[in-house]
């Protein structure tokens, strides 16, 4: 069987200076190149917002940015205004190479947030990204980007839960890490049977 690496929102809004900024978010670039001639299929994904999406703390007036609101599919953590499609934030990281195999957009949906590249945080609404890792003969999934504790956790759980072995290489990760939500996120992997490199 074949190995895909699978990497998380490498995009300039998550990366120092940007508008959701993960600590370190750009330190991850050279070992991410670097690791890319190792594997057979190289799929990158882009958060991939419309202005004005719902998981925006601003599209929610009296709201701030980190709190919570109660959407139709469950609990959304509320954001500042980040990847909004087309613009310098939404770009990947200048460095960052994007001579991969499949780039996979994700969070265009103006209702629906998505984190993970497998399903939107409806947990029903599918990528598609599954159906195109089983029709290229991929058996194992390695994660790597960013956030550890958001986008990363849940593709991981996700294509775990979809039958790839699947490993997160957390050295080419970098997280948000609020009230917490790293370790749950550790947790949450390691339950879902992922392996943590
Ligand atoms: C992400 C929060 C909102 C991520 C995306 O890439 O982890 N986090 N949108
Ligand atoms: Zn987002």
Redo the contacts with the bound molecule.
Sequence with gaps: MAHALLV??VQND?CPGGA?A?PGGDAIVPMINAMMDDFDAVILTQ?WHPAGHS?FASAHPGKEPFGMVTMPYGEQ?L?PD??VQGTHGAAFHPDLRTDGDLIIRK?YNPAI?S?SAFFENDHSTNTGLDGYLNSRGIGTVTVV???T????HFSAVDAAKAGFETRVILDACRG?DMDGSHASAIDSMKNAGVTLA
């Design positions: 998380i929102d998550f959701l993960v958060d998981s953590v954001w980040h990847c969070g947030d984190y980007g960013l956030a504790d958001f986008c990363v948000l």
